[in-house]
């Protein structure tokens, strides 16, 4: 038996992406968000959001790290804290699900930073793109099981770029959001969902 549930395009997702100071959530710093919805199955540039994080002065910046994002401590120093980007986040993240490009990178820094704030976790219905590159490749092999077998690309650019989506910069948090937003779509028609159910 199925529970009820949205169809897909009657929610509002969320899609986020962090730029952080180290790939450990138990010690690095996040260094900036950046947010933007999809609304009734479009991206809403106009209200998306993004902030540089001042990540205190205990916390470092891994020298790895900025050779990707390219944020050094100058960068965030005057930046708002933590805990005032949370209740940014916090509020978006309540009005629907969580779309991220790999939750196990973004999730556990989302978290840890709640609990150092003393905020309560939201747990938001969480969508996850690498998932979906996941389903739509074995829904593929299943629609033509002469189709030769491969691994997809999970990589957000790469995905983008096997999908026929335009390249963007990386490591920008809103431009990876927006991008994981772009794939999000994309995706969401190559597995065939049409409610909320089939997506989470």
């Known amino acids: 038996m199925f529970w009820p549930s949205p169809p897909w395009d009657a929610v509002t997702y969320w899609a986020l992406d ?18 933007v ?26 020298p790895r790290s900025i050779t990707a994002h390219h944020l050094v401590p ?36 989302l978290r840890r930073a709640y609990g150092r704030a003393g905020m309560r976790w939201p747990d938001p219905r969480l969508v996850d793109t ?24 999970l990589n957000l650019a ?10 963007y910069g990386q490591h920008d948090a809103l431009t990876d959001a927006i991008a994981a937003a772009e794939l999000f779509l994309v995706l969401r028609r190559r597995v065939g969902a049409r409610r909320l159910r089939d997506l989470t």
């Not at 960068?75 to 009005?95: F, G, H, K, N, T």
């Not at 790469?158 to 390249?167: K, S, T, Y």
């Open 18 to 35: 962090l730029e952080t100071g180290g790939l450990d959530p138990r010690v690095d710093p996040i260094l900036s968000v950046g947010m």
């Open 158 to 167: 790469g995905a983008r770029r096997a999908l026929g989506l335009p390249d």
């Open 74 to 109: 100058r960068d965030v120093r005057e930046a708002p804290p933590m805990s005032a980007v949370l209740v940014e986040i916090d509020r978006r993240l309540r009005e629907g699900p969580l779309l991220v490009h790999q939750a196990a990178v973004d999730v556990p820094f």
């Open 37 to 62: 919805p999809v609304r009734s199955g479009g991206i809403r540039l106009g209200e998306a959001y993004a902030s540089l994080v001042q990540p205190g002065a205990e916390a470092g910046i891994a």
């Open 130 to 153: 690498v998932v979906l590159l996941l389903r739509a490749a074995k829904r593929a092999r299943f629609l033509d099981p002469d189709a030769p077998e491969q691994e997809p690309e």
